[in-house]
């Protein structure tokens, strides 16, 4: 068994951070490589990704194999190791590779737009959650200081590419976030945001608000990408997990 996964049909365009960002879904990335045409420098229709365990290899295929990249269907797999070049001219073949097996043809994918019936269904046979938590990525325009907490307002326009096979693409719409941060906690990434090139990762609780319309989230940790980045290799060294980079 190997972590480290093959992946094929991928579009030129595909850069190794958006190839990144796709597998960060399923958990750490230790190391993304998008092999180059020797002759031409584009970009070739394959890459490699290693994930931080077996485990985590096992479930990429089973989320990304078949998902849809920049109008291609991808095909991961665990990579396989380069044959020997020196193998001994009696030494037997290496036997026939199996026959492809024809993936079962899947159902339409669910109409987001007539979701209204299905949701109702499910709301009357509703469970309860106990936990609900919310990774915020950005940088916003204007803080206010309010007696012993910080807040601010952002809009996120969601991406409509890169969503695991099976998932509906979202509407196009933007969402506000209000974001509720104690003081203690913003005044540790109050410098280090006058950074142009860096950005808040807020967690928090979120909450529907309908005074935006959109959603509060009701902060329980805030770091900066670069905070983050400079924290990691100590966590490593300490053998402790550190958590997936913000993209």
Not at 83 to 90: E, F, K, Q, S, W
Not at 212 to 223: D, K, Y
Not at 227 to 237: C, D, G, N, S, Y
Request: aromatic share 4%; proline share 10%; no cysteine.
């Amino acid at each position: 068994m190997s972590n480290k996964l093959f992946v094929a049909q991928l579009p030129r365009t595909v850069s190794a951070e958006e190839l990144r960002e796709l597998f960060s879904q399923v958990g750490l990335v230790r190391d993304v490589k998008r092999p180059r045409d020797h002759e031409t420098g584009e970009l070739r229709t394959f890459g490699f990704v290693t994930m931080a365990s077996d485990e985590l290899a096992l479930q990429a295929i089973e989320q990304l194999d078949g998902h849809v990249l920049g109008g291609n269907a991808i095909v991961v797999k665990i990579a396989e190791e380069k044959p020997a070049t020196d193998r001994p001219a009696n030494a037997p073949a290496a036997p026939a590779p199996k026959p492809s097996v024809p993936k079962p043809v899947l159902p339409p994918q669910f109409d987001y737009a007539r979701r209204g019936d299905l949701l109702q269904q499910l709301v009357e046979g509703r469970g309860a959650s106990t936990t609900a938590k919310m990774t915020l990525v950005g940088r916003p325009d204007r803080v206010d200081i309010i007696g012993q907490m910080a807040v601010l307002v952002m809009e996120h326009m969601p991406k409509t590419a890169g969503f695991p096979k099976g998932v509906p693409t979202p509407p196009a719409e933007p969402t506000l976030y209000a974001v509720y941060i104690g003081l203690k906690q913003w005044r540790k990434v109050e410098e280090a945001i006058k950074d142009p090139e860096d950005v808040l990762i807020i967690e928090g609780m979120p909450v529907h608000d309908a005074a935006l319309p959109g959603t509060a989230l009701f902060a329980t940790m805030v770091i900066t990408k670069l905070m983050q980045a400079a924290a990691r290799p100590k966590l490593e060294e300490d053998g402790e997990s550190a958590p997936a980079p913000a993209e």
